[in-house]
C-alpha cells in the first residue's frame, strides 16, 4: 500500500512492529521505483554495481527517514520527501565512484608574475585585443590572489574543473554545505573588489567575448 | 606553481580547441563560468542544507506548473548556482514526472 497519507506513513513508520515493518516495506518498493532515475545515464542499470549501489542506497535511505522522521514538516508528499533523500544518497554515492580516479587539482602559489600573459590570448586577436585579454587577465588573476585564500582558490578551481561539490568538499576534509559557505564567501569578494575596481564581471567578460567577432 | 601556471590551469588546462570568440574554448569556458557566478553571487545565500529541507516542496510545486522562480526565488538562485543540487533537483523532478 503506497497510497497513505502523509499522517498515516509518519503513524505507521512510528508504531513499531509488524505496521512499521509493512510500512518500511512499502517504502522500500517506492524508492525503488525510484531510483532508476538517479541511476540512468551515469551507471549501467544491469551492471553488479548498480544492483549494490540499489542496495545499499535503499538501506542508508530507509535508516535516515527513520532517523529524520521528526524533521518531515509535511511540506510536500512524504514520498516525495524520501524520495529526496534517496537521491541524494545515490548522487553522492555515484560521484564519489565517478571522480574517485581523478586527483583535485593541486597547486602552490607564489607571487612570481611575469611576462607570460602575452601566451595566453589567442592569434586570432589583433594586437589591440590580445594586450586588453592580457592586461584583463593579469588584472583577474591578481585579484583572485590577494582576495582568496589558498583554501579557496584550490576550491574554486576544482569546481571549475568540473568537480562536484561533494567530491571536492571531500577531499578537502570538509563537506558539501561548508564548502558552498566558502565559495559564497570568495564569490563576494571577489565580485566586490571587482566593483571596487570599477568592473562587473560581464565587463570582463566582454573583453574575451568580443575578441575575433 | 607559478601565478602563469595557475591562471592556465584555471582557465586553459589544455590548449586545444578554440572558441569562435578567439580564446582556446575550455579557457573560455571556464572564464565564462566563473563570471556567470560572479554575476549570479547574492549577498545572502542558501546553503545546500538549507536548500536540500526545501528541495521536495520546490520539486512538487514546479512539477505542479507553479512559479518557483518567483514563489521560491533562494532556492532558484542556489540551484543556478550550485551544480550538485540542481542535478539533485533533476533526477527528484524526473521521479515525480515518471512515477506519478
Same mark, same amino acid.
Given at each position: 500500500?503506497?497510497?497513505?497519507?502523509?499522517?498515516?506513513?509518519?503513524?505507521?513508520?512510528?508504531?513499531?512492529?509488524?505496521?512499521?515493518?509493512?510500512?518500511?516495506?512499502?517504502?522500500?518498493?517506492?524508492?525503488?521505483?525510484?531510483?532508476?532515475?538517479?541511476?540512468?545515464?551515469?551507471?549501467?542499470?544491469?551492471?553488479?554495481?548498480?544492483?549494490?549501489?540499489?542496495?545499499?542506497?535503499?538501506?542508508?535511505?530507509?535508516?535516515?527517514?527513520?532517523?529524520?522522521?521528526?524533521?518531515?514538516?509535511?511540506?510536500?508528499?512524504?514520498?516525495?520527501?524520501?524520495?529526496?533523500?534517496?537521491?541524494?544518497?545515490?548522487?553522492?554515492?555515484?560521484?564519489?565512484?565517478?571522480?574517485?580516479?581523478?586527483?583535485?587539482?593541486?597547486?602552490?602559489?607564489?607571487?612570481?608574475?611575469?611576462?607570460?600573459?602575452?601566451?595566453?590570448?589567442?592569434?586570432?586577436?589583433?594586437?589591440?585585443?590580445?594586450?586588453?585579454?592580457?592586461?584583463?587577465?593579469?588584472?583577474?588573476?591578481?585579484?583572485?590572489?590577494?582576495?582568496?585564500?589558498?583554501?579557496?582558490?584550490?576550491?574554486?578551481?576544482?569546481?571549475?574543473?568540473?568537480?562536484?561539490?561533494?567530491?571536492?568538499?571531500?577531499?578537502?576534509?570538509?563537506?558539501?554545505?561548508?564548502?558552498?559557505?566558502?565559495?559564497?564567501?570568495?564569490?563576494?569578494?571577489?565580485?566586490?573588489?571587482?566593483?571596487?575596481?570599477?568592473?562587473?564581471?560581464?565587463?570582463?567578460?566582454?573583453?574575451?567575448?568580443?575578441?575575433?567577432? | 606553481?607559478?601565478?602563469?601556471?595557475?591562471?592556465?590551469?584555471?582557465?586553459?588546462?589544455?590548449?586545444?580547441?578554440?572558441?569562435? %570568440?578567439?580564446?582556446?574554448?575550455?579557457?573560455?569556458?571556464?572564464? #565564462?563560468?566563473? @563570471?556567470? $557566478?560572479?554575476?549570479?553571487? &547574492? /549577498?545572502?545565500?542558501?546553503?545546500?542544507?538549507?536548500?536540500?529541507?526545501?528541495?521536495?516542496?520546490?520539486?512538487?510545486?514546479?512539477?505542479? %506548473?507553479?512559479?518557483?522562480?518567483?514563489?521560491?526565488?533562494?532556492? #532558484?538562485?542556489? @540551484?543556478? $548556482?550550485?551544480?550538485?543540487? &540542481? /542535478?539533485?533537483?533533476?533526477?527528484?523532478?524526473?521521479?515525480?514526472?515518471?512515477?506519478?
Amino acid at each position: 500500500m503506497d497510497k497513505r497519507t502523509n499522517e498515516e506513513w509518519l503513524a505507521d513508520l512510528r508504531a513499531g512492529g509488524d505496521r512499521q515493518a509493512q510500512a518500511l516495506e512499502d517504502l522500500r518498493a517506492i524508492i525503488l521505483r525510484g531510483l532508476p532515475y538517479a541511476i540512468a545515464g551515469r551507471l549501467d542499470p544491469n551492471s553488479p554495481e548498480s544492483e549494490a549501489l540499489v542496495e545499499e542506497v535503499v538501506q542508508e535511505t530507509l535508516m535516515n527517514v527513520l532517523k529524520y522522521l521528526d524533521t518531515f514538516e509535511g511540506r510536500s508528499q512524504f514520498t516525495t520527501w524520501a524520495h529526496k533523500i534517496a537521491v541524494r544518497a545515490a548522487l553522492t554515492e555515484l560521484r564519489r565512484v565517478r571522480w574517485r580516479e581523478v586527483p583535485l587539482p593541486e597547486m602552490e602559489m607564489d607571487e612570481d608574475t611575469d611576462s607570460s600573459y602575452r601566451e595566453m590570448p589567442d592569434n586570432q586577436a589583433s594586437p589591440e585585443e590580445q594586450v586588453s585579454q592580457a592586461e584583463m587577465m593579469k588584472r583577474v588573476n591578481h585579484i583572485l590572489m590577494e582576495e582568496l585564500t589558498e583554501k579557496q582558490r584550490k576550491a574554486l578551481m576544482a569546481i571549475m574543473e568540473g568537480f562536484p561539490l561533494e567530491e571536492a568538499a571531500r577531499r578537502m576534509g570538509t563537506n558539501r554545505n561548508a564548502l558552498y559557505k566558502m565559495l559564497h564567501d570568495a564569490r563576494l569578494r571577489l565580485k566586490k573588489r571587482l566593483e571596487k575596481e570599477g568592473l562587473t564581471p560581464q565587463e570582463v567578460l566582454s573583453v574575451f567575448e568580443k575578441v575575433g567577432k | 606553481m607559478k601565478i602563469k601556471q595557475f591562471f592556465q590551469r584555471f582557465f586553459n588546462p589544455n590548449k586545444q580547441k578554440t572558441s569562435p %570568440g578567439g580564446m582556446p574554448e575550455k579557457q573560455s569556458a571556464k572564464m #565564462q563560468k566563473m @563570471l556567470a $557566478m560572479l554575476s549570479n553571487t &547574492r /549577498e545572502v545565500e542558501l546553503t545546500c542544507d538549507q536548500v536540500f529541507a526545501l528541495l521536495d516542496q520546490f520539486t512538487e510545486l514546479a512539477a505542479q %506548473g507553479e512559479n518557483v522562480a518567483q514563489l521560491m526565488p533562494l532556492v #532558484q538562485q542556489h @540551484l543556478d $548556482m550550485c551544480e550538485d543540487c &540542481r /542535478e539533485e533537483y533533476r533526477v527528484l523532478e524526473s521521479i515525480l514526472h515518471g512515477t506519478a
